[in-house]
């Protein structure tokens, strides 16, 4: 179930509210204790605390809590070690462990000693709380003994990436299994999959979740600037660079790289990207200065990099350097019963985003989504549902609203007619074709007020008259 939806069943009602979950802190620094116990008050989350390992493991003797926050470094018992008797005395227990350290091997081990996450100091109360909501709604889920399919459904395992079939769920796991490491991994897959999701949710479940997430797509610059963007360059290294730039390789320092499509970097990239990679080290267009970066290589390409290979279009070295893990998604006409769901949750998100009133799917026009062969994926099926949500004319959205004539894919099979423009041309017409619909149909939900319509979309009375004199519309 995506975000948003609620039910009889919802989250609240199997636990009485996360509000009444019991919580033990344990941590041998009164500041700590202090300002963990102050964040979930602030979350309306109440708490028992301890500054002894030890005195912890006695009350785990006498009651079970739903979750335990504890430090890895304290006086009678290091966190790990007081990880592996908590969950042998309560396994269903979530455990989220706070440490100084946030190096990846702590992270690592923590994780498959069966904490359910560990955050690093100083903490940031914004991540502390999240977590705890995390985890609570994990051991909530637990509690009620849904199957698999159902808690994916409830609890939409990484941010705007919903799915329930058993593909999805093997890339869901792996995911979970690869965030915490810094092995650099390939997505694969066609263009709308969900590649760049996928490189946000391993990020953004690493130890590194609090630093830069970077994205570039290799295909969207010519190579001279891309190798400026990606490495930076010196004053004076070309014609017009008068000051000196930082790469984004160095800007993601101890942070995340994606690198989109990068099937199409030319070899002389490649062979640079894979010196960085193998060094750590960086140097900038007109300079011989090397410099040390940290950074965690994720890469996608809808081009199969393994026949690129073969075919000598890409680097073997970079291509074994960057493949320690990969993961191919697939295309939505292979996953045809997350349609609904994925449906339902674009639905939802645009209702929210555009303050319009939430509206459900007919049947039929269900069944038009169920045929359709998505050569655009779940980017295309977003567009199309996006679109319907606007010009739709009533709660219920009909077969005759959904509009696939212009459901764009990425690569515009489906529109033959924006592959002859120039792509600023294309990405105008798109715009208008957007911007005409969505004027007209709040002036007609405003029986043409343009003082309503204006306060309605959130424009001033001025800009939506200009944009409806622009279109033609009265």
């Known amino acids: 179930m995506a975000e948003g939806q609620t039910h009889s069943g919802s989250i609240g009602d199997e636990r009485s509210g996360m509000g009444e979950a019991a919580i033990l802190v344990v941590d041998d620094s009164r500041d700590s204790l202090s300002l963990i116990g102050e964040a979930l008050r602030s979350e309306g989350f109440k708490s028992e605390k301890t500054r002894s390992a030890g005195e912890a493991l006695r009350r785990l003797r006498e009651k079970e809590f739903d979750l335990i926050i504890a430090d890895t470094k304290m006086r009678d018992m290091t966190g790990l070690e007081f990880l592996k008797v908590a969950k042998v005395l309560h396994p269903d227990t979530e455990v989220v462990l706070t440490s100084a350290d946030g190096s990846v091997n702590l992270a690592v081990k923590a994780i498959s000693l069966g904490a359910f996450d560990l955050l690093t100091k100083p903490l940031g109360m914004e991540s502390l709380t999240l977590s705890v909501k995390k985890a609570l709604r994990k051991r909530a889920l637990r509690a009620c003994g849904k199957s698999v399919s159902q808690r994916v459904e409830d609890e939409r395992p990484f941010e705007d990436m919903v799915g329930r079939c058993a593909r999805m769920q093997e890339i869901f796991d792996l995911i979970r299994k690869v965030a915490p490491t810094t092995a650099p991994v390939i997505i694969q897959g066609e263009s709308g999959t969900g590649k760049e999701l996928v490189a946000r949710a391993i990020h953004d479940n690493s130890p590194r979740r609090n630093l830069k997430f970077l994205a570039i797509n290799s295909a969207s610059l010519p190579e001279t600037l891309l190798e400026s963007e990606l490495f930076g360059y010196r004053k004076g290294a070309f014609t017009g660079a008068h000051n000196d ?13 994606f690198l989109d499509e990068i099937g199409s970097m030319s070899r002389h990239l490649q062979g640079k990207l894979l010196r960085a990679m193998q060094d750590g080290e960086v140097v900038p267009v007109g300079s011989s200065e090397r410099i040390k970066v940290d950074v965690r290589f994720l890469a996608a390409s809808n081009r199969n990099l393994r026949e690129m290979v073969d075919s000598g279009d890409f680097r073997k070295d970079l291509y074994y350097r960057l493949n320690v893990v990969e993961m191919t998604l697939p295309p939505l006409r292979e996953r045809r019963e997350d349609i609904p769901l994925l449906a339902h949750h674009f639905l939802q998100k645009y209702s929210r985003e555009q303050g319009i009133a939430p509206k459900i799917l007919a049947k039929a026009a269900m069944n038009k989504l169920l045929k359709h062969t998505w050569p655009g994926n779940v980017r295309e099926l977003e567009n199309v549902i996006q679109r319907a949500l606007i010009v739709s004319s009533g709660p219920v959205i009909k077969a ?11 690569n515009v099979s489906s529109r033959p007619d924006l592959l002859s423009m120039k792509y600023h041309e294309a990405k105008m017409l798109v715009q208008s074709e957007f911007q005409r619909a969505y004027v007209r149909h709040i002036l007609l939900e405003c029986n043409g007020s343009m003082s309503k319509a204006a306060r309605r979309c959130g424009l001033s009375r001025r800009g939506i008259h200009k944009l409806s004199k622009r279109y033609g519309l009265k």
């Not at 730039?245 to 790289?257: C, F, P, V």
């Not at 509009?403 to 894919?409: E, H, Q």
């Open 400 to 410: 005759n609203e959904i509009d696939l004539s212009k459901a764009t894919s990425p």
């Open 245 to 257: 730039k930082m790469g984004l390789l160095e800007s993601a320092h101890r942070g995340t790289i």
